[in-house]
């Protein structure tokens, strides 16, 4: 007997069915025959009577293993989404034409083996019986595919869908070197034409910056401790450019800063949003403020937008809120309010 061929191309679904042949086969075999009266008046001292069962259990797996091949056939030619009403008649054909006629034939054989008289309504009854059980077991059968093909679809989704978040979050993660980077040329720009020596010390620290940025890329979270320390070095750098008039806040203490965890450099994202969009000077000092509440990091700062923004590539909320969409399972919230401008990063427990 071949191996069963796949049902449908696209759908590479294999069954089983070893134990349950090796049982179903000499069960029909065996029952069937004794249940009918095939052996008539044989006895156990009767060769015939033995022989009988060999030869009935010959008969249960030629029709068990023919019509399992042509289920497989049928399955490559037709499935039950697209010509539905075309596999159901193609399969009760089978079962009936191939199965009548050879359980049929191999009855008569019997009775002329054994010498008795042809009894056809045993006959009858029997061809009946095997038909009966044949469309039972095909549709045990397709009904163990159609079970398999939705797991199956099932898991493909899954890996289709694990597949696109990793495509969008490496994607998404390579957005943010070019984004950093660019702002922080303009910060180096502006500090060469104003303060070359104090564009040295940004370049040294820009460098420490980026290695965290390096380092952090391939992790998916990150505590928030390491977080805030690593934003901590980089209002560092700010403060080159800006001095005091940079602000930071920090609500909360160090047990917090260990209890959580969230998308690398995504607190630096909202950090770097609010210093990129809002005036910083001695005249109006930028206030940034941080808290946790509700397993949320609230990023604040005051509204003072700049006279001649900056160009902007746009990416930045947006690209965070994709970060933790596909990370974390929830999305950042921004509130704008008369003087204040907030982010929330949802945050999980470490």
């Not at 820009?206 to 380092?215: C, E, F, G, P, T």
């Amino acid at each position: 007997m071949p191996e069963p061929e796949k049902a449908i191309p696209h759908h590479d679904i294999e069954l089983n069915d070893k134990t349950i042949r090796l049982i179903g086969i000499p069960f029909f075999g065996i029952v069937i025959p004794n249940a009918t009266g095939l052996f008539g008046a044989l006895t156990m001292r009767d060769a015939a009577y033995w022989l009988g069962y060999g030869y009935f259990i010959a008969l249960a797996l030629f029709i068990w293993h023919g019509n399992r091949y042509l289920l497989f056939r049928t399955r490559k030619r037709f499935t039950w989404f697209d010509k539905p009403i075309e596999k159901l008649i193609l399969l009760f054909l089978n079962n009936i034409f191939y199965t009548s006629p050879l359980t049929i034939a191999w009855l008569c054989m019997w009775y002329a083996w054994v010498g008795f008289d042809v009894k056809w309504n045993t006959v009858l009854v029997v061809t009946l019986i095997n038909v009966i059980c044949v469309l039972f077991i095909t549709h045990v059968y397709e009904t163990v595919f159609m079970v398999k093909e939705q797991q199956g679809e099932q898991v493909r989704n899954a890996q289709l869908s694990k597949a696109k978040a990793e495509a969008e979050l490496e994607a998404l993660k390579n957005q943010i070197d070019p984004h950093f980077m660019f702002n922080s040329l303009n910060s180096l720009a502006y500090l060469i034409d104003t303060h070359p020596a104090t564009a040295k010390l940004f370049t040294e620290n820009l460098a420490d910056v980026y290695r965290y940025i390096l380092s952090q890329k391939d992790r998916s979270l990150v505590q928030l401790e390491d977080e805030f320390a690593f934003l901590e070095k980089y209002a560092e750098l700010l403060r080159l450019r800006f001095g005091k008039a940079l602000e930071l806040q920090k609500h909360f203490n160090g047990t917090t800063e260990k209890d959580f965890l969230l998308p690398p450099i995504s607190a630096f994202v909202a950090f770097e949003n609010a210093v990129k969009h809002n005036e910083i000077s001695e005249r109006t000092p930028l206030c940034i403020a941080f808290r946790v509440e509700h397993d949320v990091l609230f990023i604040q700062n005051s509204l003072q937008p700049k006279r001649t923004l900056q160009h902007s590539s746009h990416i930045g909320l947006k690209n965070l809120n994709e970060r933790f969409r596909i990370i974390v399972g929830k999305e950042i919230t921004v509130t704008k309010s008369g003087d204040s401008f907030v982010v929330g990063l949802p945050l999980l427990r470490s």
